[in-house]
């Protein structure tokens, strides 16, 4: 008999069913199985950006709350998955940082009791953002939270996390994602073969990136690498190159909207047949809200992100074929890199202004 039988956690392999869904990290899911079914207060899961972090994650927390240890069908694990359980308070940084007013709140939810499931879980995206103050605020509750309440902390750069936060968690590492993993989720999820190519090619091994890049990214990714080829040496071509790239921008991020609204309609009706009290559906709305403002700020500027990637990939091709000389490769190098600079500086620059004075720079090819 195994010491994992002996200790009566169930026998390695044995994998929750919600668990088994995501994509990749075999080996961890069984160990997160198990360690759902008698989780630890503080939990830290530790994996690079791409990896699906914040999908394990919700996937884990569907386990603990799961009446069928993870069953991935039920009304508990069905909310836990689309954001919509009472019982789950996640918490995001409001723009750099997770801030000492967000753990303030985290405190007082962890003292309120669950509402439907025996747990509370309060999840904490990129736990690396919290700062000092808010940390400290959080020591107590992360050391002896209330019974019944589960941390669940994400993070890619668990060098940045303070050592205050990360001593008291209990970690689990995910590795990243392989390419035949990425080509096979995207399969799955009905796109083409050659897209999927395409996609896998420029992730750099990122899930949610390849995702965008077969899907809502995908004709901003094709325009991205003709821009070099078509920008002509007088100021109404970049002026007309620029507007073509602000329309595929938006284009690619207003497929959000839709979602958006859909999900805020579903949680609604969700809320309803539940009949939560007001004061919790607000919370809950506001959430959902929340995260989709920022859902939406973060695809605007992964959109450019991939503006940027195309064109400096388009260049680096046509140099190592010969097509272009090695001083105009290094002009669009460095128009780009100032570019993209200005942009990660100061976020709320105009993009249209942004991307003219970056085109007026890019030498044409021919
Ligand atoms: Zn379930």
Not at 97 to 123: C, D, F, K, T, W
Not at 138 to 147: A, N, S, V
Not at 330 to 338: A, K, L, N, P, V
Not at 340 to 351: C, D, G, I, L
Request: overall charge negative; aromatic content about 4%.
């Amino acid at each position: 008999m195994s010491a994992v039988e002996e200790s009566g956690l169930e026998p390695v392999g044995s994998v929750a069913p919600v668990l088994a869904a995501s994509v990749g990290h075999g080996s961890q899911l069984s160990y997160l199985s198990r360690l759902a079914l008698a989780p630890p207060h503080a939990n830290l899961l530790v994996g690079p950006p791409g990896s699906g972090l914040d999908d394990v994650a919700r996937r884990f927390i569907a386990a603990v709350l799961c009446p069928d240890r993870g069953c991935g069908h039920c009304r508990t694990c069905t909310r836990v998955m689309s954001m919509a359980h009472p019982d789950v308070f996640e918490v995001e940084p409001e723009g750099a940082s997770i801030l000492v007013e967000q753990a303030r709140e985290i405190v007082r939810r962890v003292n309120v009791a669950p509402i439907e499931a025996g747990r509370a879980v309060v999840l904490i995206h990129d736990i690396d953002r919290l700062n000092e103050t808010a940390a400290n605020k959080l020591l107590k509750t992360m050391e002896e939270p209330p019974p019944g309440t589960v941390i669940v902390g994400h993070t890619s750069s668990p060098q940045d996390v303070l050592i205050t936060i990360r001593s008291r968690c209990v970690g689990s590492n995910l590795a990243p994602l392989t390419s035949q993993e990425i080509s096979t989720a995207l399969l799955d999820d009905g796109v083409d073969a050659d897209a999927v190519a395409d996609a896998v090619a420029a992730s750099g091994g990122s899930l949610d990136r390849a995702r965008r890049l077969a899907g809502p990214y995908r004709d901003l990714r094709r325009l991205a690498l003709d821009l070099p080829a078509r920008l002509r040496p007088y100021g109404a071509s970049a002026g007309r190159l620029s507007a073509e790239i602000t329309d595929a921008v938006d284009a690619a991020v207003d497929g959000l909207g839709e979602q958006h609204a859909g999900q805020i309609a579903k949680l609604r009706t969700d809320i309803e047949a539940a009949g939560y009290p007001p004061r919790v559906a607000a919370t809950m709305e506001r959430s959902l809200e929340n995260r989709q403002k920022r859902l939406v700020t973060q695809a605007r500027i992964e959109a450019l992100g991939e503006v940027f990637a195309g064109v400096l990939a388009s260049v680096s091709n046509r140099l190592a074929n010969g097509e272009i000389s090695p001083e105009i490769a290094d002009g669009w190098f460095s128009s780009t890199e100032q570019t993209q600079r200005v942009f990660t500086e100061t976020p709320s620059v105009r993009t249209s202004l942004m991307l003219d004075a970056w085109l007026l720079r890019c030498p044409p090819l021919g």
